[in-house]
């Protein structure tokens, strides 16, 4: 009688995910995550001590009753761990970066159930079923019990946060949380069933498809590298040599993190549109592809004709967004990538360009966008200029509030001086460090 068969299977469906993920990871170009990692190396012990515990529990007579006693003991145990892992995981995957004071939190039901799991293996029963043995005791219960307060402390925490969360990641976590409750239920009515095993099962195979997946994770970074290497060829030409893009980047980002402080943006900051807004910003420029290099790169004002022509490069940019990105199958991405391009020089007042549009009616994202494109143009040095003084680049934005920005927005990256001015050194510093070492290889 295979009573460890359904452990074997999930074995080799395991097996099958852990070739997959070492070899995509190979060039180690690929983020890890250490939580996915452990998780890889947990799972099979858990699964295979789930095998042999099916196997000494219907054979007691041939195995001491210690050796049983100490299989369960690892197998529940290291059960507790990988659901502890999912648990943590998928806190991540919702919350990001935590405190370590919070993680500790986060790990007591684990800890205390472990610790119970431990104080009373020697209470462990065997029940006979109508196909198999199975045990019995606190210590099962307590895993039981483990796994369903973390699984619903999780559930209530998606279920607030759902409108935050990126929709892959939400749809993704909700349905492994149901289809765990599934397992749950099962062998919680029908013991003997002995479908544990399919808990870290599913779970591999839901972290791989949804988030670990190197394939994909290669595929996303090949996109962001394509579209920040368009941005940088282009801005190149106006003698930026991608500097601009950079900084505007950094300065939305900026921006982004005082608007998720503000509960009027609690419902507009979802995890999908802070990335897209991010990921688009490279591409605010991009229409200046279509501008004569001898109006891009002058060394002086521009004449009334000269400008009118410079101004088309927000429409082309829109447009060059359409054509390049029809067919990406993101099209919250390309809407807000289009509307950055195209809106990214119109002003609260309604004198900007290329509509005139004021006040709400521009995009919330080329509203952003704006502000982190008018301070790095006065803060950075141009062929027609130096770069001026900090003091009067923040002034410049501050003089514009209510009349070129949305004057919330300008005031929030107005309170965010101490993290300007902290990017303004560190991106200094790295654009020094990598002058010196481009010195060192022409010397060599």
């Known amino acids: 009688m295979f009573e460890y068969k359904l452990q074997i299977g999930c074995l080799i469906v395991i097996s099958y995910f852990i070739v997959n993920y070492i070899k995509g990871n190979s060039d180690k170009n690929v983020n890890c995550n250490l939580g996915f990692d452990a998780l890889l190396y947990i799972a099979p012990w858990a699964i295979i001590f789930d095998g042999l515990t099916a196997w000494t529990v219907n054979h007691q007579d041939v195995v001491p009753e210690i050796v049983n006693r100490l299989l369960h003991l690892v197998f529940i145990v290291s059960m507790e761990c990988v659901v502890s892992i999912i648990f943590l995981y998928m806190l991540y995957q919702v919350f990001g970066k935590q405190r370590k004071w919070i993680i500790v939190l986060e790990c007591l039901p684990g800890v205390i159930s472990t610790l119970i799991t431990v104080l009373f293996i020697k209470d462990l029963y065997y029940v006979n079923g109508t196909t198999t043995n199975y045990s019995m005791g606190i210590s099962v219960i307590a895993c039981y019990v483990s796994l369903v307060i973390q699984f619903s402390i999780l559930f209530v925490i998606v279920c607030i946060k759902f409108r935050t969360l990126e929709k892959r990641k939400s749809i993704g976590i909700i349905s492994f949380i149901a289809v765990c409750i599934l397992i749950l239920i099962v062998q919680i009515i029908k013991p003997e069933s002995l479908v544990s095993c399919l808990l870290p099962t599913i779970a591999i195979a839901g972290m791989y498809t949804h988030f670990e997946d190197p394939a994909e994770k290669r595929l996303n970074q090949y996109n962001d590298n394509m579209v920040r290497s368009f941005a940088t060829l282009v801005e190149s030409r106006d003698d930026n040599t991608g500097g601009h893009i950079r900084r505007t980047q950094g300065y939305v980002k900026i921006i982004l993190d005082e608007m998720s402080k503000c509960k009027r943006y609690k419902n507009i900051l979802t995890k999908d549109y802070v990335s897209n807004v991010i990921k688009a910003a490279p591409m605010h420029d991009i229409g200046k592809i279509g501008v004569p290099d001898q109006i891009l790169q002058k060394p002086a004002k521009l004449t009334a004709e000269e400008f009118e022509i410079m101004k088309l490069h927000s429409s082309k940019g829109g447009e060059i967004i359409k054509e390049t990105f029809d067919e990406l199958d993101e099209p919250d991405y390309q809407q807000i990538a289009y509307e950055v391009a195209r809106y990214h020089h119109e002003k609260w007042n309604g ?94």
């Open 351 to 444: 004198k900007g360009y290329p509509e005139g549009l004021r006040e709400k009616k521009i995009p919330l994202h080329a509203r952003i966008m704006a502000i982190a494109d008018v301070f790095d143009a006065v803060s950075a040095k141009r062929v027609y200029r130096d770069a001026m003084p900090v003091d009067k680049c923040f002034k410049i934005i501050e003089e514009g509030v209510g009349k070129d920005f949305d004057p919330t927005l300008a005031e929030l990256f107005l309170s965010a001086r101490k993290d300007v001015l902290a990017y303004m050194k560190a991106d200094k510093a790295k654009c020094d460090e990598k002058a010196i070492e481009k010195k060192r290889g022409k010397s060599k």
